[in-house]
């Protein structure tokens, strides 16, 4: 198989954050700690994880990091932009997910990234409001504006490369306009200030018109219409999202494949969580819930195929709750209470009680697909990257097609994209070769 042309990861990456939160501010400094040896990047596939090679009895296992042209974390540079004025020191301080003793190894870093002022729009993130944003005659001004900041960060630190990941608040529940349909009726609507486009559409069109790739960390629509999509294939910009798989949907994306791999029946699922950091707050909305609600509940129906199989999983009952609650901070809590049934339609349940960290969660994720989307760029790979589907709940794919959900299937997708760049030959785990099942004639 021939390999394709990657460019080298030559010189420095620049990583561009839509939000300095609990997300950012936990990735870069977690970063920081990693290159000085302090602490271990646990959860990052680029950083921690092997890749098999040709056959099991070959003993090819590389670190997928050494078998990839990755940038490395040395040669990596960070940026934000946010609406509270709070440099990365003071932001990780407020959001409480590091200790101070491991934030203070890094302090002098963390205080050297300010955010630049943010695109904001009160009305799809209503719940939370801050004075370091942006002012301009229009959204074509204010997208210009942030193309400039990318211009201006490029040149500041010498980068080679950029990407941006959006790790900003959930805005509200939109659905596709006549706005959305093309870039020049988008560009018409940038420059009329058209309310049906986001902030974070500002953002991706504006890094895409800038030549960077650009990946999508909530669940609110964003790159996935037609406009925003053309054109980063017309500009050849890898584009990824939506929404970091990171608590209970990752657990779900787990947990319903031993389900229908097993032919066990499910009648109801019922999640709630609760949290008590920004994001909380921002999802005590009623809009932002419905994009979060929307993204949570989309994986059942993909994973189950009810209309394949009917007698399991038809008319399942599924229902999912997000209740903001302070005293959590950032230590969400997730309960799922699964009613499922067997041999003879005989019932049983499975419950799940989760208390995790959704910022130490989701910062692994922001480093690997801020690397790969870089690798993608370098390997001329244009427009949505569906083989990045394992970190998102809502994953962008082709029209013709529905997307995958089921975790493993991700992750083999993931790791055969990566043997497809480099040449290698992709793993199907038959092994049939290994055993004499039909003889060799020679008995």
Not at 179 to 196: C, D, T
Not at 309 to 322: D, F, N, Q, S, T
Request: include cysteine; proline fraction near 6%.
């Amino acid at each position: 198989m021939a390999k394709i042309k990657i460019e080298p990861a030559n010189g420095k990456l620049g990583i561009l954050l839509p939000g300095l939160g609990a997300v950012s501010t936990t990735f870069i400094a977690g970063v920081m700690l990693a290159r000085k040896k302090k602490l271990l990047p646990i959860g990052s596939l680029t950083q921690m994880q092997t890749i098999r090679l040709g056959k099991r009895d070959e003993k090819r296992a590389p670190l997928i990091k050494d078998f990839v042209p990755l940038a490395n974390l040395s040669d990596l540079e960070f940026a934000a932009w946010d609406i509270f004025p709070d440099n990365a020191y003071e932001a990780a301080i407020k959001a409480g997910v590091l200790s101070k003793e491991h934030l203070d190894i890094v302090k002098d870093e963390l205080e050297k990234i300010r955010p630049m002022t943010a695109v904001f729009d009160k009305s799809f993130i209503k719940n939370i409001n801050g004075p370091n944003v942006k002012t301009g005659k229009n959204k074509l001004e204010l997208a210009n504006q942030l193309r400039e900041d990318i211009r201006n960060f490029k040149k500041e630190k010498n980068l080679s490369r950029m990407v941006v990941v959006w790790c900003a608040s959930t805005e509200s529940y939109m659905e596709k306009q006549p706005v959305h349909e093309s870039i020049e009726a988008f560009e018409k609507g940038l420059a009329e200030s058209h309310p049906m486009i986001s902030p974070s559409m500002i953002y991706a069109y504006a890094a895409i018109m800038e030549g960077v790739p650009y990946t999508n960390g909530s669940p609110q629509l964003t790159l996935d219409i037609p406009a925003l999509a053309d054109l980063a294939r017309q500009k050849g910009v890898p584009i990824a999202g939506k929404d970091f798989k990171t608590g209970q949907t990752l657990v779900k994306t787990a947990i319903a494949p031993m389900f229908k791999a097993r032919m066990l029946g499910v009648r109801g699922w019922f999640s709630t969580n609760i949290l008590g950091n920004r994001d909380g707050l921002v999802l005590d909305d009623a809009g932002s819930f419905k994009s979060k609600e929307i993204s949570k509940k989309s994986s059942l129906e993909y994973i189950f195929q009810p209309g394949m199989y009917p007698e399991l999983y038809k008319g399942m009952y599924h229902k999912v709750r997000i209740e903001y609650y302070p005293p959590k901070n950032d230590d969400k809590e997730g309960w799922d209470n699964i009613d499922i049934f067997g041999w003879m339609g005989y019932p049983m349940q499975l419950k799940i009680n989760f208390l995790c960290k959704d910022s130490i969660l989701a910062a692994p994720i922001v480093l690997d697909l801020a690397l790969f989307m870089d690798l993608a760029q370098r390997a001329g790979m244009r427009g949505m990257q569906e083989w990045l589907s394992f970190y998102f709940k809502a994953p962008m794919h082709a029209p013709l097609l529905y997307p995958e959900h089921d975790l493993f299937i991700q992750h083999m997708k993931l790791k055969n994209t990566l043997r497809y760049l480099m040449g290698e030959g992709m793993i199907t785990h038959l092994g049939i070769e290994y055993y004499d099942y039909w003889g060799t004639g020679k008995e």
